[in-house]
């Protein structure tokens, strides 16, 4: 398998980013390949030499999209960025897999312009898993699509929970849709119309509607959600968690520091277990490959993580799954009901 | 002043409530009044006799909205309910504030009904203040209106502004709207049609877009979101913190249970310094009038808190400082421009 890295993307980079990959291709298979994409001038002297690097190589991008750079403006204006190269390599069949730690609305638009969908995916959802004491949790989606129709939502909800039976192996995984209260009636108009169509869907275990405080309490497997809702509610998550370990330690060193020093293991233990990088980042679900956005503070650990995500995803044939689920009829039929109903589709 | 309170809403309704009414009427002004809204005998055997509990009232109510209730059918087929008859004391100004509980969106739709908008308030919004390590920060709105239209939430945006201000003493507030991303490119088309508007009002401190991990790290004063947003951010907000504390517990159980012991006072201190109830429950900014709704798992305490949170909204005259705001000239002109630049509004 041929797994292209963006050298360049993230606050890391290209340090921590190609530190991963040399982690990494030592514990590959012989056949695995990595293709670190970017400058050659600043990722050559970062490698050892040709003979001991193992199958490692280098693809030539010399140009950057910086985290702030506004996604399809600068995909346009730097052809020869590592996110553009890395989404050609994609497309070229070049890559079985790429993953990017860099600007996430630059690779969400690179690898859905280059790779494309699968066929039958009407827009791809950012999916993030979420390890929670109830069992991890898979959202979608997070970011990717922040106008999201209910059939979109309907296709996150086949992808998510595909993904979380064949990839975290949850046998018939509850699918929730993330709204402002628990019954039936509460939700704006998307929510509404999305559990139609999910409801018509007997193939699926829909639960129904679930709020922002199931999430951790192991009430569902699936989260499917618009992806402006998806990205505030991870990026509320990152933020508490830090904020409220910050609280923690600084109200014990003031209490007593023997007893700070001695919590200290157990919060980062806590971290470790509930950090959802230890996923290896998010993935753009939908796409006709696999393709995976690292956070923007990817260390080398969570390279290394996307990596072996990215190998069991591809092994897993997850993408087939997906594509066959919505060849089925019973897809077509709800394909065919929202459209007779007037509900929005995209096609 | 007049405070009706709903002896019936939430989960620990009547006990707890009438016990925050209790607690509270002893320390409030002589000429301070607290009315409960309930069944007469359900109430009356909860409180001491006439002559001791004080400038305590009850208006009989015997109807009861659950939970779960579908909010404006329930108020149609239930108009002698708790809710129902409190927000009617407030619209015959036979209360100054009302406080409750209960079902939030029959409170909201009630409140909104009944005592309506101050005059220039299109809709007004929930609006919670999380205290953080960098102070309080005012969010609105958390989930009176899911379909937010930019001059919504730019009179969020002033209304918070005002309650921060005089309120919670900030001099100045900075206000965020909640985004996808902090770069003036990103965010949804509500999002980027609301920054046009505030940042015509110069008189407002707007810093612009800001993500859900900036709630946290005292980067603004006051944040605005659409309800459905909100709603989802404050519910994740609750169930992460009560996730995290619980498995630190579970952690530090299986650690060392002395250390467990000795963590759990500062947890609880933690729990106390950022427990948003502690600012006594949401307000419904916008009305004529002073109207908080409590969380619904409300004990005693927090009854209090509203009792004295809305004392302090109604001596402060915030609702006076929002309606010469919006009259002011310049409001207008924005008003003007909306309408001019095809924005929607809802008049």
Chains 1, 2 share one sequence.
Do not use: W
């Not at 360049?8 to 990959?21: C, R, S």
């Not at 030539?60 to 960025?81: F, Q, T, W, Y």
């Amino acid at each position: 398998m041929r797994i292209a890295i963006d050298a360049m993307g993230g606050d890391e980079a290209p340090k921590e980013i190609i530190a991963g990959a040399l982690e990494s291709i030592k514990e590959l298979a012989d056949n695995d390949e990595i293709i670190l994409v970017g400058p050659e001038d600043v990722i050559e002297p970062l490698l050892p030499p040709q003979k001991t690097r193992g199958n490692i190589s280098v693809v030539h991008a010399p140009d950057l999209i910086g985290m702030a750079d506004a996604p399809v403006e600068s995909l346009r204006k730097k052809p020869k960025s590592s996110i553009a190269v890395l989404s050609k390599l994609g497309k070229k069949n070049e890559a079985d897999a790429v993953i990017s730690a860099g600007n996430t609305g630059a690779c969400v638009a690179a690898f859905q312009m280059r790779i494309r969908n699968l066929p039958g995916v009407i827009r791809p959802g950012i999916t993030v898993v979420f390890p929670t004491p109830g069992g991890p949790v898979t959202i979608c989606d997070v970011g990717a699509n922040i106008a999201c129709k209910p059939i979109h939502l309907y296709q996150y909800g086949v992808m998510a929970s595909i993904y979380s039976k064949h990839f975290l192996k949850i046998e018939n995984p509850r699918i929730g849709i993330m709204s402002i209260g628990e019954e039936e009636a509460k939700g704006n108009e998307i929510v509404k119309k999305t559990r139609e169509l999910i409801k018509a869907d007997k193939k699926l275990n829909f639960i129904g509607n679930i709020e922002g405080r199931d999430i951790f309490r192991g009430s569902c497997d699936v989260i499917i959600c618009d992806g402006f809702v998806g990205n505030v509610m991870l990026k509320v998550t990152e933020g508490l968690v830090d904020g409220l370990f910050r609280a923690i330690k600084q109200e014990l060193m003031e209490e007593n520091i023997s007893l700070a020093l001695k919590f200290r293991p157990v919060m980062t233990r806590i971290y470790q277990k509930y950090d959802y990088n230890e996923y290896g980042g998010a993935l753009l679900l939908g796409i006709n490959g696999t393709a995976i956005i690292c956070h923007g503070s990817s260390q080398s650990k969570t390279i290394k993580s996307a990596i072996f995500a990215s190998k069991k995803f591809h092994t897993e044939k997850i993408n087939d799954k997906i594509i066959e689920y919505l060849s089925d009829s019973s897809f077509s039929n709800i394909t065919q009901n929202t459209k007779t109903q007037g509900l929005e589709t995209d096609e």
